[in-house]
């Protein structure tokens, strides 16, 4: 017997779908003006090429470097290298694969945001569509920085973390 889902339940994944839509369709936005501008996609800097190094090398095997047979300590972020890691341990493109990870913390902060405000902020803040997440959504700087391929997001997810 399934069991009915309650109405916060219901509303949660109401704004769940929306922000799942929102993120991709910024996202999608921001990849397409790109390749239409460079007429290729990746990253906006090289060291997020310096991640995809380290992790490439972690996951064949050969260790936290970036130089074969070189251990080294040039990744400023190890746990963003090592989620990017599984990219590689999976034959993903790196590019696409970064861009999936971005997206995941992206539409994660996006929840974060809209749960901060409408369970610990004291003010009667409910509408049905997420709006607080909706602006987080589209704005760009977030949306950069959910593709840049850089630890960004994560570090964002982590603060909305504190928050919540």
Known sequence: MAKKLTSEQKAFAFRLVIILWVAAISMA???????????????????????????????DGEGWVYQQGQVSGGSTSPLFTALLSVIHFLNLPPVWGAY???FVLFVIAGMMVEEWLRNTINFNYAPKLPVA????LTEWHFVWASLSGMETMLFIVFILGVFL
């Open 133 to 136: 997440a909706l602006v987080f």
């Open 100 to 102: 999936l990870l971005g």
């Open 29 to 59: 936005g921001y990849v397409g003006f790109a390749y239409l501008q460079n007429k290729t996609v990746g990253f906006p800097l090289d060291d997020s090429w310096i991640h995809q190094t380290y992790a490439k090398n972690f996951a």
